[in-house]
């Protein structure tokens, strides 16, 4: 099946003697930000040796992929080299002219980026792009390269390893293709590869196979590697040793096992913050929402099929399930922008009307929506004065000196100030930006909230202080929450009861302990076994365990590849 | 205060741009007093050379020279910016407001709305915009404002393209969607999120228009469907003194050398902010 071969965990504690591969000294970049430059990364030291794992983790803005990119002697536009040196195999990078750097990259040092649609060109086909390096720069014949291409997508367990290379971009799926840029980045067998974040823009179910995929072939080719990320779990199946940083500094270095046994920063302690909340269990309460064998289509295409939701006033109901599971379908259900095509809802005892515009201003007021991504549902051009005001103005009808104090109470209650009232969106950070999301559907005095993924496109940190903010939130507000996640951490943070989706249906539903305690349905114990644990043997085991009883998830795993030309990114 | 420190940063282009943009303005606005001469007065014989018209007798001093009529060149540039410019503008002005307004309309609404006014702005764009003008004039008869109506309502189709084309971009953001969940009217959709992030493709847009709506007044003018005489306009003092081009005098060139000057220096003006505003949208 998928995964031919279980990998043998022999950690190779890489020996001490030999001359280490990369090695930055005091390494300073600097960027440029109007007229002045300020420095980014703070005299950086770095080893790593042949065949190592380094991971590098911390939250956005730390320089991760600053380092990362260093590694290869390249410096963002908008950034330069201020000092130090950066050693590769005895070369200095900082020093050797262009050409010879270009010479490494590609054949001796290669990159493996965060999106991997955005890397490929969409005009050509993948094996084309796969062998292009190694036979423009690498010297090896093409019909060579392209038998070691294959070689490299069947050891990386993509579908069709003969044919796969014919698609083009668009015709597979997020995770094959960044499992294809892998392959593309080995097919020179370099000495040394970044990863940048290569599994964050992925589901769960389809990271781990990436994970696993990666992990292989840089075990077979005694590849070193960078792994850059965000999250600790992550890094933890892969990395010999693990590196936390933080605004361009080094927090702590240390073997991943003493790092996840025994971090000595409170810093590092934080990075799993959200792992640790965990929401208590509440009684019962009345019922605000209720939706009946409800289904929704797009044209012909069914996309949600008999529904039944019932979500308590007070209480927080979370939608699991991998993108293309109809959990985001189910939001613009309620809200009214897809009308269902059957069944009834009813809110607060009255049945809902099914389109947005046949609603009455108190029953848009009462149920509200925050996105996931806050820079798109944020008009830039309007300061966070008029975010939040506007509703106080139009559900309350508060004008001048009143709405003023609104806007300053509502900004205190998502513990932000009034220095941030003239703001446009573009100069406040990711997780400001969702806190005034958050405080633009509180002005609305809402009794629902639709969160949509609102925290998967924030930081381990910040989305620890969304979840407890939401929760305190609903304590003061008596709000009832739908959340709409793939995350199971977020879940537990926050939920009540669970629904679990698959294909437009609901799969399982119950209360939060039930539904985490085994036995599970086969699709929700694929969805919660697939989330990262923090032990560095959670993925050998995994793999272990899902090898043993193949049969039973074989038949769940096929079909969650994608037909041709449907990718959900 | 702001704006003068950004126009104090502007690069030569742009401020060269602007001084030629402030002579034709202040020529709009003061013509009477700047001007030497009475708009239709004659002050000599036919095609007399400037500079050293003097010489010539019993005609008195004029710098660029008298045109067919015998009337000051320059006086006649003077008063033709009024009538070029203003009718230029107050054109833009009216298309832009009608093209924008369908076109936000088309891209918030959808649907029928979006059907009906892209179809008959098709309708429109089928037939060459020259042969409509005159086709159009030709049948209500010419004067400024039927001028000014015709080429308005011409270009607006072109505006409504474009606003619909980049609003429809807009109204599916996210934010969009808010407003809508929130139950904004259309009014305030189209107002204040949509036309807000709009602006700066449309500005560039006006600027553009301006000029082509400027060289389409001239064109009307050349070919006698636009400003009657005797009021002065550059496009018809090209076409009244062309035939001076074949005696090797440099008369009528002084009417389109300010037609080409003015063109110009709009563009540069254009490029400036287009290029800013570009700026602001890299930096995230």
Partial sequence: MIIDQVPQRIVPAPCNDEAPLLDMRGLRIEARSGEAWHVIVHGLDLTLRRGEVLGLIGESGAGKSTIGLAAMGHARPGCRFAGGSILFSGRDLLREPAAGRRALRGTRIAYVAQSAAAAFNPAHRLIDQVVETAVERGGRSRVDAMADAKDLFRRLSLPEPETIGLRYPHEVSGGQLQRVMTAMAMVCRPDLIIFDEPTTALDVTTQVEVLAAIRSVVEDFHTAALYITHDLAVVAQLAHRIMVLRHGRLVEEAPTRTMLEAPCEDYTRSLWAVRTLEKPAEPEAP??????????????????????????????????????????????????????????????????????????????????????????????????????????????????????????????????????????PSELSGGQKQRICIARALAAEPELMICDEVTSALDQIVQAGILKLLRQLQTELSLSYLFITHDIATVKAIADRIVVMHRGKIVEQGDKREILAPPHPAYTELLLSSVPGLDPDWLTRLLAERERDGGTHATSWPDRLPKTGNRHV | ?????????????????????????????????????????????????????????????????????????????????????????????????????????????????????????????????????????????????????????????????????????????????????????????????????????????????????????????????????????????????????????????????????????INLIIDWTGATAGGVHDDH
């Fill in chain 2, 1 to 265: 205060m702001q704006l003068w420190l950004k126009l104090m940063r502007a690069p030569l282009s742009a401020k060269l741009g602007m001084a030629i943009v402030a002579v034709n303005v202040a020529c709009v606005v003061f013509a009477p007093w700047l001007a030497p001469f009475g708009e239709t007065e004659i002050v000599g014989q036919s095609w007399v050379p400037g500079f050293w018209g003097a010489d010539v007798q019993g005609a008195p001093a004029t710098w660029l020279g008298t045109d067919h009529l015998g009337r000051d060149v320059l006086t006649r540039l003077i008063f033709g910016a009024r009538n070029s410019i203003v009718i230029a503008l107050v054109t833009t002005i009216l298309s832009f407001s009608l093209g924008i307004t369908t076109g936000l309309l088309a891209a918030a609404m959808r649907g029928w709305v979006d059907q009906i006014l892209s179809r008959t702005v098709d309708l429109m764009m089928g037939f060459p915009t020259l042969i409509f003008a005159l086709m159009v004039l030709a049948v209500i008869g010419s004067s400024i404002p039927a001028v000014i109506g015709v080429i308005a309502l011409l270009d607006a189709t072109r505006v409504f393209r474009i606003t619909r084309a980049v609003a429809t971009d807009i109204a599916a953001q996210d934010y969009v969607e808010v407003a809508r969940l929130r139950g904004e009217g259309m009014g305030w959709i189209m107002r204040r999120e949509i036309l807000p992030n709009a602006i700066t493709p449309l500005a560039a847009e006006f600027g553009l228009r301006f000029c082509f709506v400027f060289l389409f007044v001239a064109t009307l003018s050349f070919i006698g469907l636009g400003v009657q005489p005797p009021a002065a306009d550059w496009g018809s003092m090209v076409k009244e003194n062309s035939a001076a081009i074949s005696f090797g005098i440099l008369m009528p060139l002084f009417p389109a050398a300010a037609i080409a000057l003015l063109t110009v220096a």
């Fill in chain 1, 287 to 424: 019922c605000l929402l209720q939706m009946e064998q409800v289904g929704a289509a797009y044209g012909a295409r069914r996309v949600l099929d008999d529904i039944s939701i019932r979500i308590e006033r007070g209480r927080t109901v979370a939608v699991v399930g991998e993108s293309g599971s109809g959990k985001s379908t189910l939001a613009r259900v309620i809200t009214g922008l897809l009308p269902p095509v059957a069944g009834a809802i009813v809110f607060a005892g009255e049945p809902l009307p099914a389109q947005t515009q046949k609603r009455s201003k108190a029953q848009l007021r009462r149920i509200q929506m925050i996105y996931q991504s806050p820079d798109a549902a944020l008009n830039p051009r309007h300061t966070v004065r008029e975010v939040i005001g506007r509703p106080l103005e139009f559900y309350g009808g508060l004008k001048g000196r009143e709405r003023e104090v609104r806007t300053l109470a509502l900004l205190d209650m998502i513990e932000m100030s009034a220095t941030h009232l003239d703001r446009l």
